[in-house]
């Protein structure tokens, strides 16, 4: 049986349930599930002059998420984010905007998605890293006097000052930004039996930083009162150096030096030399 023909028996039946079906808000897939097969041609026959309902509209039913979507593409936003914001599928957003330029990421968000990306790698080395340390750490045991007294030795020939050939100068001076270096020195002072009332402190640090806090924070770290250290010595500001050592947390060097320190300075050398000759050298 054919429903093509308007003028067939068929169709004066068809017309009037498709109406009703149409009417109540059924599509053409719809109202074909109910009559039975049709031909596309007999069903727009049958429904002339029916308009269909509001919801089968589909082109226009998205305009406004269509130009949504546009207005989000050309702020930037990628496939996935209009998307998201939107609930739209991928390959609708694709279709609004396809003939927009790509957007252009800033310097900015491509930090920021190469910084998501390295995020859980970085954690991982992190995590590996403290657990190093930590390990090696439980490796020291409780140190001798003996191994202070080398470790102190070492410490100071490699960051203490030193006496020069062409510039003659046996003081002992040590200069560090390091405050666990800094402790582990006064330590060895100490275990040498260098006088307290020998020692002077000075804060060494850029003037454009928090001399105040840092003032606090060595005093702090040797035990004596803010009024008891030297005059600070401010090192000059050059605009044109670009410096990493700044910010919270930036206290620059201490100066820790031992009055009357000639001959003090003359057994550190002589200890130095003395590690180094029984240093073992490869045959």
Not at 61 to 71: F, G, I, N, S, T
Not at 222 to 240: E, R, Y
Request: charged share 35%; hydrophobic share 35%.
């Amino acid at each position: 049986m054919t429903h093509t023909r308007r003028d067939q028996p068929d169709f004066e039946a068809l017309r009037p349930q498709a109406v009703a079906l149409r009417r109540a808000g059924l599509s053409r897939r719809q109202i074909r599930e109910r009559l039975g097969p049709l031909t596309d041609a007999t069903l727009t026959h049958l429904l002339e002059d029916e308009p269909p309902p509001e919801w089968t509209k589909r082109p226009n039913a998205k305009d406004d998420l269509r130009e949504k979507a546009r207005e989000l593409r050309r702020a930037g936003k990628t496939y996935d984010e209009i998307v998201a914001e939107l609930g739209v599928a991928k390959s609708s957003v694709s279709l609004w905007v396809r003939d927009l330029p790509k957007p252009r990421k800033s310097p900015k968000a491509m930090h920021q998605m190469a910084e998501a990306r390295w995020a859980p790698y970085r954690e991982a080395r992190d995590r590996q890293i403290e657990q190093t340390k930590a390990e090696a750490t439980s490796e020291i045991d409780k140190l001798t006097d003996r191994e202070l007294f080398l470790i102190g030795v070492g410490l100071y020939w490699s960051e203490g000052s030193k006496s020069k050939a062409h510039r003659r100068s046996e003081r002992v001076t040590f200069i560090n930004s390091d405050t666990s270096m800094i402790k582990v020195y006064m330590a060895w002072l100490r275990l040498l039996g260098v006088d307290r009332e020998n020692l002077r402190f000075a804060v060494m640090i850029h003037e454009s930083a928090d001399v105040a806090a840092a003032e606090r924070h060595w005093a702090h770290v040797v035990g004596v009162d803010v009024s008891a250290l030297c005059k600070t010595t401010l090192k000059k500001h050059n605009p044109k150096t670009v410096r990493k050592n700044v910010g919270e947390g930036y206290q620059d060097c201490l100066v820790v030096r031992v009055l009357q320190s000639a001959e003090l300075y003359r057994r550190i050398e002589g200890w130095w030399y003395g590690i180094v000759g029984e240093v073992r050298h490869p045959e």
